[in-house]
């Protein structure tokens, strides 16, 4: 599709229509809009013919009332989740600033019951975080950079288990760190 079409076929009509209604392969869809963008009056002609359709469609449907009882299955399917499998991405979720200079962190998953949460915490070059007692058991695992917890330097891979009732004195980092943290929201910081 590298040079203008001079007449309109069904091959053209085609990719036009997969195009406009966002159903056609990400790759392909690339090549497209470049072809577009070189200037192709035909493929662009057919393609703004099919989005207009397109635009139109939901207009000439006869609104349709829900099914009775449909907001109350919906409003219980969202207070009550059913058990399975939940994935974040890596874009998705939001980063929050903690109280300590250079340290964020995002929550993954919080148990309401035993109050432990899985987070990532991020900490910038020469970011510490202050000293604390844990209340649970601790884990952690280095995803990037490096990280110094009391006298243990730990490296990107690298996994460390922190019983309950034991302390870390300051956490610190010299290139900054990517760490995922299982730990109890009842850790206290030490004064």
Not at 20 to 46: D, K, N, Q, Y
Request: hydrophobic share 35%; with cysteine; proline share 7%.
């Amino acid at each position: 599709m590298n040079m203008p079409h001079l007449e309109l076929t069904e091959e053209i009509r085609a990719a036009a229509a997969l195009y406009s209604l966002g159903a056609m392969p990400e790759e392909e869809a690339r090549r497209f809009e470049r072809h577009l963008a070189e200037g192709c009056a035909v493929c662009r002609g057919e393609v703004d013919a099919f989005s207009a359709t397109a635009g139109s469609l939901p207009l000439s449907l006869e609104e349709t009332p829900p099914p009775p009882g449909l907001r109350s299955r919906l409003m219980d399917k969202i207070a009550a989740p059913e058990p399975g499998m939940h994935v974040i991405r890596e874009g998705e979720g939001r980063w929050r600033p903690t109280p300590f200079r250079g340290v964020t962190s995002k929550t993954l998953y919080f148990d309401r019951e035993t109050e432990m949460a899985t987070n990532l915490l991020r900490m910038e070059p020469g970011a510490t975080y202050p000293a604390h007692h844990h209340s649970a058991v601790e884990q952690c695992m280095v995803l990037e950079g490096d990280v110094r917890l009391d006298d243990v330097v730990m490296k990107a891979g690298d996994y460390s288990r922190n019983d309950a009732g034991s302390d870390h004195r300051e956490i610190s980092t010299i290139h900054g760190c990517l760490l995922l943290l299982v730990s109890s929201m009842k850790d206290e910081l030490l004064a």
